[in-house]
T-cell receptor, first 114, second 115 residues
Framework: KQEVTQIPAALSVPEGENLVLNCSFT??????LQWFRQDPGKGLTSLLL?????REQTSGRLNASLDKSSGRSTLYIAASQPGDSATYLC?????????????FGKGTKLSVKP | DAGVIQSPRHEVTEMGQEVTLRCKPISGHNSLFWYRQTMMRGLELLIY????????DSGMPEDRFSAKMPNASFSTLKIQPSEPRDSAVYFC?????????????FGPGTRLTVL
């Protein structure tokens, strides 16, 4: 059974720092991996989607990497800003699963202090 | 586009009452998902529809939970009777499922409290 783990559960950094959020998964037979952002009282917003054949994806100050063989993904945020404060979740979709079967980690709550 | 619309945003009810949550997906999307989020278990898929047909309901916790999608623009998740352990945030999401797997767009959620 696929399990997704995100460590740490919470992270606090000063504004301007570069930071890395970690995600690990137990079954490497994944179709894709996604990173989402969740603001308090809001739904999830998709940030980056990495197909299993890809190694990384970039969007602005965000860069996500995928190492299937080791079951790991990282989300790199450059020059962090207070507006980046949110909970970040990663989710994997297994091969052979239905399209809806995203398996989520519990998230890392990021706080960027001015 | 208004995005995925959910109602109500907050619901407080007493144990044993029937609860109905509603979702309007993004126009043109053909897949709809219901999720539940709790502190203990995180975000879990309850049921997934494609072209209004339930495809995977393995996440529905028990018979007290039921979901319908009578047309492409509306879905409901019903809990009858409700119990305190059903307290959670329920999210609806939609996507377009074509040849490639597309990202899911989430609604703002319904925060359910069962007393």
């Amino acid at each position: 059974k696929q399990e997704v783990t995100q460590i740490p559960a919470a992270l606090s950094v000063p504004e301007g720092e570069n930071l890395v959020l970690n995600c690990s998964f137990t079954d490497s037979a994944i179709y894709n991996l996604q990173w989402f952002r969740q603001d308090p009282g809001k739904g999830l917003t998709s940030l980056l989607l990495i197909q299993s054949s890809q190694r990384e994806q970039t969007s602005g100050r965000l860069n996500a990497s995928l190492d299937k063989s080791s079951g790991r993904s990282t989300l790199y945020i450059a020059a962090s800003q207070p507006g980046d404060s949110a909970t970040y979740l990663c989710a994997v979709m297994n091969y052979g699963g239905s399209q809806g079967n995203l398996i989520f980690g519990k998230g890392t709550k990021l706080s960027v202090k001015p | 586009d208004a995005g995925v619309i959910q109602s109500p945003r907050h619901e407080v009810t007493e144990m044993g009452q029937e609860v109905t949550l509603r979702c309007k997906p993004i126009s043109g999307h053909n897949s709809l998902f219901w999720y539940r989020q709790t502190m203990m278990r995180g975000l879990e898929l309850l049921i997934y529809f494609n072209n209004n047909v339930p495809i995977d309901d393995s996440g529905m916790p028990e018979d007290r939970f039921s979901a319908k999608m009578p047309n492409a623009s509306f879905s409901t998740l019903k809990i009858q009777p409700s119990e305190p352990r059903d307290s959670a945030v329920y999210f609806c999401a939609s996507s377009f499922s074509g040849l490639a797997v597309d990202t899911q767009y989430f609604g703002p959620g319904t925060r359910l409290t069962v007393l």
